[in-house]
């Protein structure tokens, strides 16, 4: 019987100009985010083959994400050129994106076309469901035969689901592998995988907003009124909560900028000058000195950075679009806690190139380590809340549902 | 007929709406086999309600709804096994055509072995014109859906049958087509629950009549007393006395 409904609600679908819209609409923005994408990737990575240190130069640049085509995240950031002094870290701009219309827009990638545009199309197909047939009257002469109203519920949730996700996954599977027919765009077999786990992420996220759909459908008579409610929700649950926390957390946690940073390493640096033009102590003590009192104040900034970072991601999951984003980012190793991760490798880095550079001054500037950075197991990227924040989206997914199921229990069909 | 069990039972039936309402007030019925039960009343007299309950659409305040023996609040699945249902505005799904609809609501009715000859045969058992079976149905009339809407009650193939005032809108020829199919219908053994405002037609096809005013059932008359009276004096002046002020 299930069947019967899901089958139903996919040749309606498949007979609805509204379908054909929509996908066509989704598919035309994926094309678009990919070709984008892939230009801001292959600029960045020529950049990258320009700075690159000559080895055994003593800077730190990590080559452009592949994944960050699909999510960037913070992958420029990451991508900066980190250059190792006589006494600690200058960063550099490394590969900026060229496009600069990105900074008048938000970066057009996949994660944004499914975080604000699929949620919306995933609406579109949920909005109307119930109060639809209710207004039509099919629904009276559906529920005037052996069919359980939760039948019907899994039915429609399952046709609706399935009629936008396969042509969906179509369209990026097929994007996809266009990509990767362009030898510029390599993608190791960890990264398929993140893929792989990329595109499940959006199914859970497209379930999510047809049950939140399907939901508000359920506790209305007439579609009109669905839609509008729905409109005001996405809007809530796409635009405004996912700020909200970042606003929040500013006010509770207090972190130094980072221009006041800044301005104590300089004291630090001026500090440690005058105590040498004085005669006290060797240049090597000093530099040690210098490097050990920038560790610690930015390692004491990181901690204070990190709560705030903590704090505002906490509270943004209010949100379950936040944790979409979060997941998606960090699986695709451009996200919060990987950035964290590379700033501390640079971190290592430099106090190996020091210690280096302290124990034999006389060394060639061409015989430092290369800096190589491992982006860290995905087993690991998954532990440390990429799979809380699945499990969480997951989780509102089925509440909604169930909230639906509860509340078409109750509908009155008449 | 009393000696075979009724497809449709209520049972000291009442629904009393949460405004206050009292829409059907200790209704009995009993409807058996082969025969038709018009249910006259004007608008509010409480027929489409005790449809509705017989769908559980609605649960009852108080009495029962059986349907071929099974209570309908208890086991609302099992006994909607036993019954069709055609509405009043045959509403069916525009964008699927006549067999789409036909094949959808009779797998829900719980045909799924049905080939495509079987649907086009109860199209044409209900004159269903043959160019309009593989028509989107948003096309068709009122008429051409009432027919779809039988249709639909028909390939279930159950023993009972509820119409809500199947052929208000019709067109004289499209109500007579429609009444020789629940002839037809009837001649067949099901028991046949129509609520109308067709006084005419009920006389025509009714082996019994009952008159509803303000939920209750208020007059019950056989087709051999209908012989005898007239069925639109008796309505009429049923109708007249609830408008009369109380003594």
Redesign the interface.
């Known amino acids: 019987?299930t069947w019967?409904?899901v089958r139903?609600e996919i040749?309606?679908n498949l007979?609805?100009y509204k379908f054909y819209v929509v996908i066509l609409l989704a598919a035309v923005l994926v094309a678009t985010s990919f070709f984008i994408m892939t230009r801001d990737y292959k600029e960045r990575l020529a950049d990258y083959s320009l700075i690159r240190p000559k080895p055994g130069e003593p800077i730190a640049v990590n080559p452009p994400n592949p994944l960050s085509i699909f999510a960037k995240g913070l992958d420029e950031a990451m991508a900066r050129s980190f250059e190792v002094g006589p006494t600690g870290i200058s960063v550099r701009a490394g590969q900026k994106s060229g496009n600069t219309v990105f900074a008048f827009f938000p970066t057009p990638d996949f994660l944004y076309i499914v975080r604000v545009v699929l949620s919306l199309v995933a609406l579109l197909f949920g909005f109307d469901q119930v109060s639809r047939e209710k207004e039509?009257?099919?629904l009276?002469?559906?529920?005037?035969?052996?069919?359980?109203r939760s039948t019907i519920l899994i039915g429609k949730w399952a046709g609706n689901f399935l009629s936008l996700a396969v042509p969906f996954l179509l369209v990026t599977t097929l994007g996809i592998a266009v990509l990767g027919l362009d030898p510029d765009i390599r993608f190791s077999s960890d990264q398929v995988l993140r893929l792989g786990l990329i595109l499940a992420l959006t199914l859970v996220y497209i379930a999510f907003f047809l049950s939140l759909g399907i939901l508000i459908s359920t506790l209305t008579r007439r579609a009109s009124s669905s839609i509008v409610i729905l409109l005001f929700i996405w809007a809530l649950l796409v635009f405004i909560l996912p700020n909200l926390g970042t606003l929040v957390a500013r006010q509770v946690v207090d972190v130094p900028s980072v221009r006041a940073l800044s301005e104590k390493r300089e004291q630090v640096w001026t500090r440690e000058i005058l105590l040498r033009i004085k005669g006290q102590g060797d240049m090597p003590s000093h530099i040690r000195s210098i490097s050990a009192e920038n560790d610690a104040l930015e390692a004491d900034y990181r901690v204070k950075f990190d709560r705030l970072v903590n704090l505002s991601k906490n509270i943004n999951r209010i949100s379950p679009v936040a944790s979409f984003v979060y997941a998606v980012t960090e699986i695709a190793g451009t996200g919060i806690g990987e950035e964290g991760a590379f700033k501390g490798e640079v971190v290592r880095y430099k106090n190996a190139v020091l210690g280096k550079r302290l124990a034999s001054p006389d060394l060639k500037s061409s015989e430092y380590p290369a800096f190589l950075y491992r982006y860290r197991p995905l087993g690991r990227v998954l532990v440390r809340g990429a799979l809380f924040d699945t499990a969480w989206l997951a989780a509102f997914g089925i509440l909604f549902f169930a909230l639906s199921y509860l509340a078409f229990v109750r509908y009155?069909?008449? | 007929m009393t000696d075979t069990k009724p497809i449709l039972k209520a049972d000291d039936l009442s629904k009393r709406y949460e405004d206050g309402v009292l829409a059907v007030d200790h209704l009995n019925l009993n409807i058996y086999p082969g025969e038709v039960y018009c249910l006259l009343g004007a608008n509010g007299a409480g027929k489409t309600t005790t449809i509705n309950l017989f769908l559980n659409f609605i649960p009852p305040t108080t009495g029962t709804c059986f349907i071929n023996g099974i209570d309908v609040t208890k086991d609302p699945l099992e006994a909607k096994k036993y019954i069709a249902f055609v509405s009043e505005n045959v509403m069916l799904y525009g964008n699927f055509t006549a067999r789409q609809n036909l094949d959808f609501f009779a797998k829900l009715g719980g045909k799924t072995d049905l080939a495509k000859n079987d649907y086009y045969q109860v199209m044409r058992r209900v004159s269903l014109q043959e160019k309009a079976f593989d028509q989107r149905v948003k096309n068709f009339s009122k008429g051409m859906r009432q027919k779809l809407g039988i249709a639909i009650a028909v390939i279930k193939d159950a023993p009972g049958i509820l119409l809500d005032e199947p052929t208000s809108g019709l067109d004289p020829k499209a109500a007579t087509e429609f009444l020789e199919i629940m002839a037809e219908l009837k001649k067949e053994g099901k028991a046949i629950l129509m609520s109308t405002h067709d006084i005419f037609r009920a006389k025509e096809i009714g082996d019994r009549v009952g008159i509803m005013r303000e939920g209750r059932l208020v007059m019950e008359r056989t087709r051999e007393e209908l012989q005898h009276e007239d069925l639109n004096k008796i309505y009429i002046d049923y109708m007249k006395s609830a408008e009369a002020p109380a003594a």
């Open positions: 019987m019967t409904i139903k040749l309606a007979l609805s039509a009257g099919t009276r002469q559906m529920l005037a035969n052996q069919t359980s009155d069909v008449r």
